[in-house]
């Protein structure tokens, strides 16, 4: 088992941010991504189904297969999927390293914000190279919290941040990952390798992302790992107070926040 502790947790809270995140980044993240009538996509890590609905939606002619090595989660994703009116996503639970699909099964791949939460991504690039047909596409899609910056500038902000990518790493987990997708497919033998950096900027003109990305998904992931940031001696109490309060300052009108995630495409070539 290579797959590291989740960094933020299994809470409603959480849960929540997802869906706030997901919402938000759906244009952003999602609106090159399409598949034909009748393709099978296999989404390996699908969550509480945040980013199922989306997929699922833009591309209703096609046969997802929805996995999570979280059975609670899969609870979560089902129920989304079926108040959405979705027909074509099957669920099932499956651990990343030992799938249980035979070779060349999937015409996709798609995996979003798995990998920065793996011990071991390039072995589950490879896995998933595996079970995806000759001449099929994989789609990664993560974030990096080494892009994030914002007007104010804060140290206090930054140092708080900083605990989030700590505790991740301490976990098994890569918090910087964004900046590797293109290697890590690379090294995984993917070939016709396309990484698009997809920037989310912030400012007053643009409220919707004020509160749903700034404030409802960034801020309120790293709020998430306080208790931990501060019994593992990362940070005191009074310090990431203050980091808080930086970084909500970037939600006033002259506030800024910028943040890049990378999407990554690349094919199966024998």
Request: net charge negative; hydrophobic share 40%.
């Amino acid at each position: 088992m290579k797959s590291s502790r989740y960094v933020h947790g299994y809470s409603d809270r959480e849960s929540g941010r997802l869906l706030d995140q997901a919402v938000t980044l759906t244009g952003l993240l999602h609106h090159d991504t399409r598949y034909g009538k009748g393709t099978r996509v296999l989404e390996a890590g699908c969550g509480v189904g945040a980013q199922t609905v989306p997929l699922a939606r833009g591309s209703p002619g096609a046969l997802f297969t929805s996995v999570d090595c979280s059975a609670e989660s899969l609870i979560q994703a089902r129920s989304r999927v079926d108040r959405a009116g979705l027909s074509n996503v099957a669920f099932g639970q499956a651990d990343i390293f030992n799938l249980p699909f035979g070779e060349g099964v999937f015409d996709h791949v798609f995996v979003c914000f798995v990998l920065e939460h793996l011990r071991d991504p390039a072995l589950a690039l490879a896995n998933l190279k595996k079970v995806l047909k000759p001449g099929g596409t994989i789609t990664v899609i993560e974030g990096d919290h080494g892009s994030a910056y914002f007007y104010p500038q804060s140290s206090h902000a930054q140092k708080n941040i900083q605990c989030l990518v700590t505790l991740q790493e301490r976990m098994g987990g890569n918090a910087l990952i964004g900046r590797e997708v293109y290697p890590l497919l690379a090294d995984a033998g993917f070939a016709d390798i396309l990484v698009s950096p997809r920037m989310v900027y912030v400012d007053a003109t643009r409220p919707d992302l004020v509160e749903g990305f700034t404030r409802q998904t960034f801020i309120a992931m790293v709020e998430g790992v306080r208790d931990e940031a501060i019994g593992n001696d990362l940070i005191t109490g009074s310090e990431w107070d203050r980091g808080i309060r930086d970084l909500n300052l970037t939600c006033r009108n002259d506030g800024v926040f910028c943040y890049t995630f990378f999407k990554g495409t690349a094919k199966n070539v024998p």
